[in-house]
Structure formats: structure tokens, C-alpha cells
């Protein structure tokens, strides 16, 4: 079947927002998805970075597919053992099956051998595609995601999606070469950088969370994992927070997905300096997709807090330059309350992508683990999304 054909049963299926990491056995497919008039094809930098992506355009009332190499299947094992079995996000996962039947180059065949069985180590159910069997394999994963809340995958061998259509990104390119522009059309400059040294670090980060919470309003925040979580739902346990308990790095991919489906609301993410390190391809996927509701503040100890304070590079490599060099509309360092406040209230009111870098001491403050299941947490926030 064509790439065109199988995204169109997609779409007649119900599945409305696509993600993934690019494989050549469906690059036609991905090639129709990019083509879509409405929500294009989301492409993300790493495969759990789109499982992350996901869950948040689900949080945010969509039914998401996920593209990927099987190979993207070891890069996204926490993120789908952490993140969407154990919280319950459905995505339907398309995973490519190079290394099948022991026919491939040596990188593909352990895993092509193993494929079936991680899924079942997982408990993910799965089905193969068949030549003619997409349009009943749909219907089953849109049923079994939709009933399980959870994610469900089909195995896609070679030759069963038509390959040689060439991307849009890639006709794009061809395109301007042939008119002699060549190279990248739309380059925005990034702001000035800035420079300099930050005023010495006084606040703690539960005093800093204390302060930005009474800017939120009832703007939705994905936490990321670790002590930001606990902290924050110690000072204001709000429905709208979103408690990563797993799947560190994850939170600003999460936070992304729902920015992109919820285009007229903010989206707030409480990230750590570790956690962003983790995932720093985050920050290029939100420059370059640029959404204009996304709000990232990185709580920077300098040090992985949660796991006994060891040093994170965050004290040498300023993640607000990080920021801006990825096109971030603001990036700002603030280290006082009255600039943490100013900064996110001129964020919440003003077109981003906006990061605010707040620089807090490596203090930590002795508060519960997070009281709620992952279902509740998961439960209470989208329902508090769909009230606002
Ligand atoms: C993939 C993965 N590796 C390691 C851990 C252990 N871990 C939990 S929280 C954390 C540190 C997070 O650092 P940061 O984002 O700076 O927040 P902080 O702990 O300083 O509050 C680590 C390493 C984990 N949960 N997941």
C-alpha cells in the first residue's frame, strides 16, 4: 500500500495527531502525514521525546500515533514503561521492523529479533501488518488503545509500505537548490545572547515555586520528575499540575504536545536543570516549532538534587543561552522573587516561546512523596483541561 493510502486510514480511523522519528521502510507515509492541511506530522528529535509529545496532545484531547524504528524502541523504553503504561496514555505506536526475518544490515538484526518480545516484555499488544490488512489492524488499535488507555503497536515489515516519494523537507530543500538559493530558507536570528554573570543565587527553590504559583492563574503545568514535582504539590496542589513521576527529561516534550494542541492556552513547564540536560533536543524541536503559548521555567540547582546532589554541568553551561541559541523568543536568568514573578507574568501575557531560567540554591525542602496515583494525576488534569 502507498504511504498516502495508509495515512489516509489513518485519518478515517480517528488518529489526529502524528509524531515520530523517521525510518526509510514508511517514509512515504511520514511524506503524506507532512502533507496533512491540518496538524501536520510533528517531527521530534529522539523517539521517547515523542512518546512524551503524545501524551501531552492526548492530555490535550487527541488520539496520537507515534512513528518509529524499532530501534527507537530501546530509546523509548522508559519513556513507555514510566510514562504511557504506567500513567495510561493510549498512542498507537507504528514501529518499523528492520532486522526482520534476519535479512537486514548487522545493526538491525538482534533487535529484529527481539522486537516481538520487548513488546511483549512490555505488555504492549501488537500486530503485524499485512499487504492487505491495515484498514481491520487500524480498527483493532483504536479500539484496544481507546479501551486499555494505554499504547498499543503495529509491527510494520519492509515492502509492505510503497517507499521513493521524497519528504517535504526534503523537496523543500531540492526546491530552493534548484533556484539557487540553496540551504535554509527561514532562518530566524536568535536574540542577542547576553553576557555576564548572574547576581549569587539567595532563593530556594520552594520559595521560588511559592512565588511563580501565585502568577499561574489556571494555566496547566507538567512537572518534571523528582523533588520539583514534590515541591510544588506541597506549596499549591493544584489539578492542573501534572506530576512526571517517572520519565525524567521528559516533562518539556510532554508540555510541548500540549502547547501544539491547545494553541489559544498557555502550557507550563517546571523543569530541572538535570532533567533538561537529559532531553536538551527539546529545546530545538520548541524553537523550531516556536509555539507561541509555551512557557518553560528550569528550577537550576546545578546539581541532580533528588538523587543526592551531584553536580550537573548547569553550573558552568548557561541553559538560558542554551535557549536562546535555539530560538527561543525570550530566555531570561532571574534569581530574586520580584523577577521571577515579573518574568512569568510577562510570559503568561506575551507571545513565546518564552524560558526562564530561575537560579535557586541547592536547598531542599523536607515535603511528602506525591500523594495521588498516576490515574488520579493523569484524570484530574485533563478533566481540569477540558474546564477551561
Ligand atoms: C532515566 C532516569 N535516570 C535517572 C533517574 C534518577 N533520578 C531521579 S530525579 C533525578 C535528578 C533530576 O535532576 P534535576 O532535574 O536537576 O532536579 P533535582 O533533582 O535537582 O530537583 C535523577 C537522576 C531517573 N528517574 N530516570
Redesign the pocket.
Known sequence: MSGAELAALLDRHGFDFFTGVPCSLVEDLITALERRPRDPYVAAVREDAAVGLAAGAWLGGRRPVVVMQNSGLGTSL?ALASLSLMYGFPALLIVTWRGFEGKDAPEHLLMGEISPGLLDLLRIPYRVLGPSSADELLGWARREMDAREAPVAILVPPGIVETGGSSVAAAEVADSATRGRGGSTALRAAPDAGSGALVPTVIS?REALAVAVKELGDAPVIH?????CRESCATEDRPQNFYMI?S??LAAAIGLGLALVRPARASVVF??????L?SLGTLAMVGSLAPKNFVHLV?D?E?????GGQR?PSREVRLDHLARGAGYRTATAVTTPTEIAAALRSALGTRGPHFILVKVTAAEAVVPRIPHTPAVIRDRFRRALSRA
Open positions: 522508559n527553590r518534571a520528575n523528582g523533588y520539583v517517572g525524567m527529561g523543569d530541572g536543570d538535570g532533567n533538561l537529559m528550577f540547582n546539581v541532580y538534587g533528588s538523587t550537573t
